[in-house]
């Protein structure tokens, strides 16, 4: 059954656009068949996972933080995946990240790895991650009533599961020739 990675809303089969937030639907990126839901956000978590990779939650003892290695960590980046002490940890709306990652942007485990202003450009985008077998949805709020051209009615985002955002940062560089 597809929802929408935006408003997290459920669709029937055979419907491809949400009709609360026009974002391009996507099969669920996992069931709780076999597994457990994280104490922390109430997401599925395998059944072997140290850490929830919605929230950063750990879940085992003996992790250390990466930069302060006589620290026990209490989240990973869900970003990137390294553990963090109390001190290392970011949180925004109860999702860990590291100072590097803390910039961007997310809705449902999905972080937005770009912004265009352009229709175009987010088509282009969207063609390079999928090429890269990277799943992504293209979320346009561009208010096309009005003719906005400035601010987050201007704005199309492209959005990526977090653990496929470095894989996009890798994708971007070699776009632009710096990889």
Known sequence: MPV?????????EG?????DCGAELVEPLDT?????????????????????RHCGAVFEEGITCTEHPDTEAGS??????RPLCG???????GVSFCRQHNDYSFFNNWAVVYTTGTESDAQMIQERLEVHDIPCVVDSRKDS????????LAEI???????????????????????
């Open 4 to 12: 929408c990675p935006i408003c997290n809303s459920e669709f029937e």
């Open 15 to 19: 419907v491809g656009v949400c009709t």
């Open 32 to 52: 709780c068949k076999d597994e457990l839901l994280c104490e922390t956000c109430g997401n599925c978590v395998g059944t072997d996972d140290e850490y929830c």
């Open 76 to 81: 990973v980046c869900v970003i990137c995946r």
């Open 87 to 93: 001190e290392c940890t970011e949180t925004k709306s």
């Open 145 to 152: 009533v009005w003719g906005v051209t400035f601010g987050p």
């Open 157 to 179: 985002g492209i959005l990526v599961p977090f653990e496929y955002v470095l894989r996009a940062e890798e994708s971007f560089r070699k776009l632009n020739g710096k990889g």
